[in-house]
């Protein structure tokens, strides 16, 4: 059970969540129960949904953006964003099991994606105060500045979805999976 109030249907959330959410709807066939937390406040859904929007529309691809998201999700410990990172990462992004796995331990099967996880996961880390050597070491893998910055976006847009889920502890809507690493 959440630790603040989970609406159930898009019409119990707050009237100004309720276009959002049914965009979502719209978009996913289903309002997963992160998206019905984050409506308690019109405003963060807002800000979520474009983040991710504009994020989802950049220069780094969805199986780059997955990769990320698995790996910050590890760190932080949020089951509920390992489930469905895990599940999107497979089904969407099409992402073997091994690259998930070598996601949640830090890094990428792929020699170019494994910079952007490894910068990613130093962000986390480091709490964004990376060195030089950090952001030289994913320049020389081929990731442009735009692209750079965009991982650094990707962190702090699935900091913020781990904090919501752990901190009001979310219910996992998709197939759970173990938090310990492989």
Same mark, same amino acid.
Request: aromatic share 4%; charged share 20%; glycine share 8%.
């Given at each position: 059970? $959440? *630790?603040?109030?989970?609406?159930?249907?898009?019409?119990?959330?707050?009237?100004?969540?309720?276009?959002?959410?049914?965009?979502? *709807?719209?978009? /996913? #066939?289903? =309002?997963?129960?992160?998206? !019905?937390? $984050?409506?308690?406040?019109?405003?963060? +859904?807002?800000?979520? +949904?474009?983040?991710? #929007?504009?994020?989802?529309?950049?220069? +780094?691809?969805?199986?780059?953006?997955? *990769?990320?998201?698995?790996? =910050?999700?590890?760190?932080?410990?949020?089951?509920?964003?390992?489930? &469905?990172?895990?599940? =999107?990462?497979?089904?969407?992004?099409? /992402?073997?099991?091994? %690259?998930?796995?070598?996601? !949640?331990? #830090?890094?990428?099967?792929?020699?170019?994606?494994?910079?952007?996880? *490894?910068?990613? $996961?130093? /962000?986390?880390?480091?709490?964004?105060?990376?060195?030089?050597? &950090?952001?030289?070491?994913?320049?020389?893998?081929?990731?442009?500045? &735009?692209?750079?910055? %965009?991982?650094?976006?990707?962190?702090?847009?699935?900091?913020?979805?781990?904090?919501?889920?752990?901190?009001?502890? $979310?219910?996992?809507?998709?197939?759970?999976?173990?938090? %310990?690493?492989?």
């Amino acid at each position: 059970m $959440t *630790r603040i109030s989970l609406p159930d249907t898009i019409d119990d959330a707050p009237s100004a969540s309720r276009p959002s959410l049914d965009g979502v *709807r719209k978009t /996913l #066939g289903s =309002v997963p129960n992160l998206f !019905r937390l $984050t409506a308690n406040s019109p405003a963060a +859904l807002e800000g979520y +949904l474009g983040l991710s #929007g504009a994020l989802g529309n950049g220069a +780094l691809d969805a199986a780059t953006r997955e *990769r990320i998201a698995l790996a =910050v999700a590890q760190i932080n410990g949020c089951a509920y964003c390992l489930a &469905a990172h895990s599940y =999107v990462g497979a089904h969407v992004a099409k /992402l073997s099991a091994a %690259e998930i796995a070598a996601n !949640r331990n #830090g890094g990428s099967t792929d020699a170019r994606a494994d910079a952007a996880v *490894r910068f990613a $996961t130093a /962000l986390v880390d480091a709490r964004g105060r990376v060195g030089p050597a &950090a952001v030289e070491a994913v320049k020389a893998a081929g990731y442009s500045d &735009a692209e750079i910055v %965009e991982i650094v976006a990707h962190v702090a847009l699935n900091t913020l979805t781990n904090y919501l889920n752990e901190a009001f502890d $979310t219910p996992i809507d998709f197939p759970a999976v173990s938090a %310990e690493l492989a």
